[in-house]
């Protein structure tokens, strides 16, 4: 299983670490060492942190406190109190330590330092919704959220590989299969 990071922002793609919301959730932080790949992959740390279940659940329980206040901000619903105290007591946390080595930047931390960094990233977006184009994809199944930063603002889905190209692959075989169909009356041995 692989991550995918095409929202814009790191919160929304870690709130994309659960897909199909609405209909049969894949879970992709099933496992701690899962959180620990997201980790590196999504450049928070650069070597995997360590985590426990309990560490799993906590930073679960972060993702959908994110989701539920930025799906209730796009819908004009007000901030769940529970939510925001879950994001700023996050957000408060130990972010990543930075050195530099011979190698290169080093970012080390364990999962408060990973949870701090969402949080963190989650307020910051939600303090600037307003100004943000930021949707839900267009692909009936998908529950991603991302940034629209396209020049001209009509961006639809959350990345091409997983929703775009299917919905533009189904959307052509429908148009072949209606240009294939005879109308109605007209046909083989019809009256057309």
């Known amino acids: 299983m692989s991550f995918v990071f095409v929202s814009g922002n790191l919160a929304l793609d870690f709130m994309g670490t659960l897909k199909w919301r609405r209909s049969t959730p ?25 985590v426990d279940a309990a560490e799993l659940r ?11 206040l930025v799906t209730g901000a796009m819908e ?13 007591e996050e957000a408060g946390g130990a972010p990543p330590r930075v050195s530099l080595s011979p190698a290169g930047l080093v970012r080390s931390g364990d999962a408060g330092a990973v949870a701090s960094s969402v949080a963190c990233s989650a307020a910051e977006l939600l303090s600037e919704l307003g100004e ?10 998908c529950t991603r959220v991302f940034i629209d930063r396209s020049r001209s603002g009509n961006r639809q889905w959350c990345g091409m590989e997983e929703c775009g190209n299917r919905i533009k692959a189904a959307s ?7 240009a294939a169909t ?9 009256s057309g």
Do not use: H, I, M
């Open 132 to 141: 943000l184009r930021v949707r839900e994809c267009a692909r009936p199944e």
């Open 58 to 68: 906590r930073l679960r329980a972060l993702r959908e406190a994110v989701y539920r």
């Open 172 to 178: 052509y075989r429908s148009r072949k299969r209606k």
């Open 26 to 50: 894949e879970e992709l932080l099933a496992t701690p060492a899962d959180l620990a790949r997201w980790a590196v992959e999504a450049g928070v740390t650069t070597e995997e942190p360590a």
């Open 76 to 88: 004009g619903r007000p901030w769940p109190q529970d939510d925001l105290r879950v994001v700023n």
């Open 182 to 190: 005879p109308p109605s009356g007209e046909g083989p041995g019809g």
